[in-house]
């Protein structure tokens, strides 16, 4: 059937825009990690579009407005670029989620696609929600997926709650990341995915994601990680055979602390039991046009451009943060205080060795002649004396502030405990391994020396 020739003129310039968007993003694929963090997708083009302005503009605009009926049209059906309704997209979100899909994607063949969320725990829920479809799954069996135990407080409760007990979904667990025996003798048929965190929050855990790559892949369901802690400076997961990504931005990649925000970040062509094909082709863009449409989890524009603005600096200073926090680990663990340490980088932590294989500085060999692991600046470590003591411990502390986030420029602390993983029960806790006396701490920016007094003033 012949296009209306108002529509034929709306597919030529959606065309147009395409081209050039695949231009600069083949652009900045040739570009080194901090290159691509600086200008990600706004390019030439988009500064003619936004009267020269040297940074991305913050578009608050609810709505975009179409010329007519044909223009409308077009757009809603998905045939050409446009943002339409800032719940599903926005220009601002738009320049966010490319510069995080070219970070996530360095070193990467491929084509990833990002979707950004109003939180992490959005981006969770979209990332794992879509396999929990009955479409497809065989009837009158559960559904069930496999999970390590050691994971974010919320993302626990999510699980148990939300989707094992309301929901009536077999939540397998696994206790410990490093057994790929025990991940395996999880999986059967009914598997719908796999998750993980790598290192984990609070415990560091680490898991081996080419082998569990290898699982999944086995058994034709994707495997997803949450790789927050880590950030992309420092672990891609996606290059290491991971279908699926999640960040909280909130955390290291939001380092200044104004905004709660999450990203999922998907390869293109992924294996999945259930739903629909399209889901397969481009996972994150199908979140974003269906469920995510309907859901509305969307990101506020402000939120958006707060990030793109700590997102430049990601690299550098993932790597000075790393160091302070290798420094504080090594005083932690020598300290008659403490009992023990949670810190990938230190030779003694369990999967040590795994981290080191997996956790590598991008472009560590421009500064450093050699590439460089680097390990992040969340460690956590229980003290002699338990519970009661680590609390007195806390409050003692008087330079690094007590709360319950981190990834943040200022150095804080916390008892997962009776925080960030009360919600979760004793029960849940000893299933994720998070001990009651166990104090975690976020490495900030201050001086390394001034954070070693104030520990171990504290610890005395
Ligand atoms: C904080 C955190 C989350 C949740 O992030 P929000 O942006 O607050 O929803 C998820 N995963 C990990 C590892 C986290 O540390």
New binding site residues.
């Given amino acids: 059937m012949a296009e209306a020739k108002e529509v034929e003129e709306y597919l030529r310039r959606g065309e147009a825009l395409r081209t050039s968007e695949t231009q600069q993003r083949a652009r900045m694929r040739g570009m080194k990690f901090d290159t691509r963090a600086v200008h990600g997708m706004y390019g030439l083009e988009a500064l003619q579009q936004n009267n020269g302005s040297i940074i991305e503009p913050l578009f608050l605009s609810s709505a975009q407005a179409f010329e007519n009926s044909a223009h409308l049209e077009t757009a809603l059906a998905y045939r050409i670029p446009a943002w339409t309704y800032s719940r599903y997209a926005n220009p601002t979100v738009y320049y966010l989620e490319e510069t995080l899909a070219l970070l996530e994607g360095y070193g990467f063949d491929g084509e990833l696609t990002a979707c950004a969320k109003a939180?992490?725990?959005?981006a969770?829920v979209m990332a794992t929600q879509p396999f929990l479809s009955l479409e497809g799954g065989a009837a009158g069996k559960a559904m069930n997926f496999v999970t390590s135990a050691q994971i974010?407080g919320?993302?626990f409760t999510l699980f148990s709650r939300r989707y094992g007990e309301e929901r009536g979904v077999e939540v397998r667990w696994v206790r410990n990341p490093l057994d790929l025996d025990e991940w395996a003798s999880r999986i059967d048929p009914e598997t719908r995915f796999v998750y993980a965190?790598m290192p984990s929050?609070p415990t560091l855990a680490v898991c081996d994601i080419p082998a569990l790559t290898g699982l999944a892949c086995q058994h034709g369901i994707p495997l997803i990680v949450?790789s927050?802690?880590a950030t992309p400076a420092l672990l891609r997961p996606i290059q290491l055979g991971a279908d699926i990504v999640v960040h909280?931005?909130?955390?290291s990649i939001g380092i200044s602390g104004f905004s709660?925000?999450?990203a999922l970040l998907a390869r293109r062509g992924l294996s999945s039991r259930v739903g629909p094909e399209e889901l397969r082709q481009d996972f994150a863009l199908h979140v974003k046009r269906l469920p995510f449409r309907d859901f509305g989890p969307g990101l506020s524009p402000f939120n958006a451009l707060m990030l793109l603005n700590d997102l430049r600096w990601l690299r550098v200073r993932m790597d000075s943060l790393s160091r302070s926090a290798a420094k504080i680990a090594e005083f932690l663990q020598a300290h008659p205080q403490v009992e023990q340490v949670y810190y990938p980088g230190l030779a003694t932590f369990p999967g040590h060795a795994l981290a080191r294989r997996l956790m590598w500085l991008a472009d560590g060999e421009g500064e450093y002649g050699r590439p460089v692991n680097r390990y992040g600046h969340l460690l956590s470590f229980t003290v002699n004396g338990g519970a009661e003591r680590a609390k007195r411990t806390l409050d003692r502390l008087q330079l690094i502030l007590r709360a319950a986030d981190?990834g943040r420029i200022k150095s804080l602390a916390t008892i997962p405990a009776i925080s960030t993983h009360q919600q979760q029960g004793e029960a849940g806790r000893s299933l994720g391994g998070v001990p009651p006396h166990l104090i975690r701490l976020n490495v900030g920016g201050e001086h390394v020396d001034d954070l070693i007094a104030d520990l171990d003033q504290a610890l005395r």
Avoid at 119 to 122: G, K, L, Q, V
Avoid at 248 to 251: A, E, Y
């Fill in positions: 939180s992490s725990m959005a969770i974010y919320g993302a965190e929050n949450d927050t802690v909280s931005l909130s955390k709660i925000a999450g981190l």
